[in-house]
């Protein structure tokens, strides 16, 4: 089974590729979505970030407040550095644990999406990095109409991320995704039929 994992910048498509790759029958996971469910009461990430932030953490139902755990984390390097320290190696287990499933139910391949796949050191569980890329007038344009963020809004989200030639050294294929989705879905096929 082949480990490939999927990153890119905000608004450079990813979502429609992995809407794809499900499409044609490929095991995907989303590390962000798989992170959510392991904060969920009852797991031992949620025990742990209570533990961590306190019991008025947890909001409606026992979920864990977002907003009140963002507003805490996102003003505090060191408060953020305590959540992904939680968070983080939980995900990458689950992960490690979920392959070996997939690869023992006999999956051919597994696509793994996540924002900081390379920062946080998905290379040595994947078999190859694909690089989703789009021109940035396109992301800004996908960005403006799909989740109608403001231009201010925009460039302060691709700022923070990871440049252009950050994904290019640490990856090793780009898929092209400025244009129309045929073009893309050529170059992914072509891709899978070298695996």
Same mark, same amino acid.
């Given at each position: 089974?082949?480990?490939?994992?999927?990153? *890119?910048? #905000?608004?450079?498509?990813?979502?429609?590729?992995?809407?794809?790759?499900?499409?044609?029958? $490929?095991?995907?996971?989303?590390?962000?979505?798989?992170?959510?469910?392991?904060?969920?009461?009852?797991?031992?990430?949620?025990?742990?970030?209570?533990?961590?932030?306190?019991?008025?953490?947890? *909001?409606?139902?026992?979920?864990?407040?977002?907003?009140?755990?963002?507003? #805490?984390?996102? &003003?505090?390097?060191?408060? $953020?550095?305590? $959540?992904?320290?939680?968070?983080?190696?939980?995900?990458?287990?689950?992960?490690?644990?979920?392959?070996?499933?997939?690869?023992?139910? *006999?999956?051919?391949?597994?696509?793994?999406?996540?924002?900081?796949?390379?920062?946080? *050191?998905?290379?040595? #569980?994947?078999?190859?990095?694909?690089?989703?890329?789009?021109?940035?007038?396109?992301?800004?344009?996908?960005?403006?109409?799909?989740?109608?963020?403001?231009?201010?809004?925009?460039?302060?989200?691709?700022?923070?991320? &990871?440049?252009?030639?950050?994904?290019?050294?640490?990856?090793?294929?780009?898929?092209?995704?400025?244009?129309?989705?045929?073009?893309?879905?050529?170059?992914?096929?072509?891709?899978?039929?070298?695996?």
């Amino acid at each position: 089974m082949k480990v490939i994992g999927i990153t *890119g910048g #905000i608004g450079s498509g990813k979502s429609r590729v992995l809407e794809y790759l499900k499409s044609i029958g $490929l095991y995907v996971v989303e590390a962000d979505k798989l992170a959510k469910e392991l904060m969920k009461p009852g797991t031992k990430c949620y025990k742990e970030i209570i533990e961590a932030f306190g019991a008025d953490i947890a *909001g409606e139902g026992g979920f864990l407040d977002s907003v009140k755990l963002a507003g #805490i984390v996102f &003003s505090d390097e060191k408060e $953020l550095g305590k $959540l992904n320290g939680i968070v983080h190696p939980a995900v990458k287990e689950y992960i490690r644990q979920d392959i070996a499933a997939a690869g023992a139910r *006999g999956e051919k391949v597994y696509a793994l999406e996540a924002a900081l796949l390379i920062e946080d *050191g998905y290379r040595e #569980i994947c078999d190859e990095l694909w690089y989703i890329y789009a021109d940035k007038e396109v992301r800004i344009k996908r960005l403006k109409e799909g989740r109608g963020m403001t231009g201010e809004k925009i460039k302060e989200v691709i700022k923070n991320q &990871s440049s252009d030639n950050f994904y290019r050294e640490n990856t090793d294929c780009i898929i092209d995704n400025s244009g129309d989705f045929e073009g893309v879905i050529e170059q992914i096929n072509e891709r899978l039929n070298k695996m």
